[in-house]
């Protein structure tokens, strides 16, 4: 298939010919991701019957626009109540709900609907034009590499420690704890399951998600009367001309949106890292590279776009895998692959030669499931912001028995919904003392990926240790890690040491 205007501008008016379907793709997916618990997977798991009676085309357009909206609508509770509707959106709550609090909330929803949009849409354009290229990546990047990719997520854990090094630290090893519970990698070997058979594959990750934003949040909403602090300035009622505003100046951090979006997509193409793993490297990497990193944190902008545009960027790429291989990135490609399979679609380069419509269609279908959400911004940022002004007696009761059902739905176990209780007991004594419950969170979903991909490692190697450095390409990973966490300190104190030099320098002669 060869690449050229016609080509391509063929493809999009295809994907564009599919309209109908989209559009009740998109609102079905962006309530799926705004609750927790119904993320696209189970989504489309229910959907089956539907995406299987339907012709191959039709049913990878639905599942790959329902997808999509999904990842946006995971940062709309994110932002308003502090409750990632998935877990990519996890990182968002750092900064987003900040925002809310201080009475921006309209502002942090125009920046999460322009950050995921624009991320998805350029790495879905991006992914048109380099799947030969992306496609590829799996092969280079193997358990070695994968246990540094994480461990940029896990440095995160010290960003957060830099307030209270003590107990940001005590939290991420506590999560990293929780984490090391159920059957061991290798041999299967229970630890810390305390006897339960629902912690056998370890804490599930849903109701740990849901305890430690979402009923710690609630128990913690009922000490206020609304949501909003006392003295900041917001308004129910917001007009579309403000709307607007907060949307088109959402588009002045464009270029953050462009390289957080393109990571977001190759961490994407890694099968097994999927959207957590990609949002807290993108935030990571942001205050990183921020000019004002002691903003991080308290409700800054780039802390909501850097993990809204990766969260969204991955969506492409975890179907890289999955066209180009057969490898599944995430559990929602690997839905899809089943319908696939069940149609009978060829995977790995005969798919591209057999069909090479549908392969690059697929691509060009979450571009156009992008550009179809622009008209759902404008109506979202202003009517969604309204929640910040009900009052905390109503809306804290009604997240708890919402989200709890959420966190039965995964698994269909009445016991997850206890594990969600547990952890809301959790995260709300890590609130009240002081304790950050993102770097608990950390520390559950990314310590047993890292463990397994180490574990792999050295059992590859003959439980050699050094074979975690035996890979140029996890060598310079290896490398931009250390700067990482060296260079922030070092810059921080050349700031401080230029800022008590200035005065000096300038003193005048009557000094």
Known sequence: MEYDLATVSGLFGHAFSMWWIMIPAIM??????????????????????????????????????????SHLGGGIPAILVNIPGTGGAAATTLDGYPMTKNGQA????????VASVLGGLISSIVTLFALPMLSKVGY????????????FGLALIASIAAQDMLKGLIAGAFGLMLGAMGADHIYATPRGTFGFLALFDGVPLVPALIGLFAISEALVMLEETTLVKQGSQSRGRVTWRESAKEVFHAFTYWWQIVWTSILGLIIGALPGAGASIASFVAYQQSLFFS???????????QGVIAPESANNGVTTGTLVPLLAIGVPGGSTAAVMMIVLQFHGVPFGPRLFVEQPQLAYGVIAVMAVSYIMMIPFMFPMVRYMSRITVISTVYLAPFIVAFTLVGAFVPRGFIFDMGV???????????????????????????????????????RISGNDPMVMFSSTIGNVLWVMLILTLALPPLMQRRRAWLERQTPKSHAGPDA
Request: glycine letters at 8%; aromatic letters at 8%; one cysteine or more.
């Open 106 to 113: 309209v502002k942090a929803l125009a920046l999460c609907f």
């Open 420 to 458: 969600a209780v547990a952890f809301g007991v959790i995260g709300y004594i890590a609130r009240k003392t002081g304790y950050h419950v993102a770097a608990i969170l950390i520390g559950v979903i990314l310590g047993p990926l890292i463990e397994r991909s180490f574990l792999l490692a050295m």
């Open 28 to 69: 079905v997916g962006l309530v799926a991701g705004a609750v927790p618990g119904f993320a696209a997977h189970n989504t489309i798991i229910i959907l089956l019957p539907l995406t299987l009676a339907l012709n191959v085309e039709l049913a990878l357009t639905f599942m790959v626009s329902l997808y999509c909206a």
């Open 140 to 151: 280079y990047i193997h358990s070695v590499e994968m246990v540094v990719v994480m461990l």
């Open 291 to 301: 000019k004002t990193p002691e903003k991080f944190g308290t409700g800054h902008p």
